[in-house]
């Protein structure tokens, strides 16, 4: 397996566009974590799905942010309008029963 | 809602030395996992504990989880420049999976 795939790894925006971050879990996974990593705020937990379905969203910063899981082998994370302070590394992970999580390279987004 | 925090938020030691970090959650956790992140990586996996008092060893690291499932140590014992990196703890409640903690970064002077 090739592991968790996430795409782009790196998306420079300007101020109010939207932008889609996809992720590809490893086959066989049931859950699906999307995290957020800056130097000020660390890792933050910002929705998690089991089955597809979304389980926890109490972490996506506001209303701008959405996630989705359409199948078992797809998720993206979009932000619309993007703002500077949206600017992270957005990390995507799968687990088999909130196991071992199984980390993306992660997606290097800067909004300018 | 869940808190995780980790100390010390940094540490810098000669090679050779023994490093500890340490990891205390709000709320009682039904299992504890640590990872590891080189600078510009992704977290990687080392460990998880699920019992109370449970103590684990990797070749030089040891992960204790407390008696109370509240708090964890990880301890390295001789370090080695490829320990390099940053430490997460990361606490999962049942109802709220994975929080992880501030991390804390270590730093090897050979």
């Known amino acids: 397996d090739a592991g968790v795939i996430q795409s782009p790894r790196h998306e420079v925006t300007e101020m109010g566009q939207e932008v889609t971050l996809r992720c590809k879990p490893i086959?066989?996974?049931?859950?699906l974590f999307w995290y957020r990593q800056t130097m000020m705020r660390g890792l933050e937990l910002l929705i998690y799905f089991n089955n597809n379905v979304p389980i926890d969203d109490s972490g996506m910063p506001e209303d701008r942010f959405s996630a989705k899981m359409p199948n078992a082998s797809f998720s993206t994370l979009k932000i619309q309008p993007s703002e500077p302070r949206d600017s992270a590394v957005y990390f995507c992970?799968?687990?088999?029963?909130?196991?071992?999580?199984?980390f993306g390279q992660g997606t290097r987004l800067t909004v300018v | 809602g869940q808190q995780v925090m980790q100390i010390p938020q940094y540490q810098h030691v000669q090679e050779g030395e023994d490093f500890t970090t340490y990891c205390n959650s709000s709320t009682t956790l039904s299992n504890i996992q640590w990872y590891k992140q080189r600078p510009g990586g992704h977290p990687v996996f080392l460990i998880q504990?699920?019992?109370?008092?449970e103590v684990k060893k990797q070749k030089r690291l040891t992960f204790q989880f407390g008696e109370a499932k509240k708090n964890s140590s990880l301890h390295i014992t001789a370090t080695q420049t490829t320990d390099v990196g940053t430490y997460f703890c990361?606490?999962?409640?049942?109802?709220?999976?994975?929080?992880f903690g501030s991390g804390t970064r270590l730093q090897v002077q050979p």
């Open positions: 990361a606490g999962d409640t049942g109802r709220r999976a994975l929080t």
């Open positions: 504990l699920v019992k109370s008092g």
């Open positions: 992970a799968s687990s088999f029963h909130r196991a071992e999580a199984f």
């Open positions: 086959s066989g996974h049931d859950y």
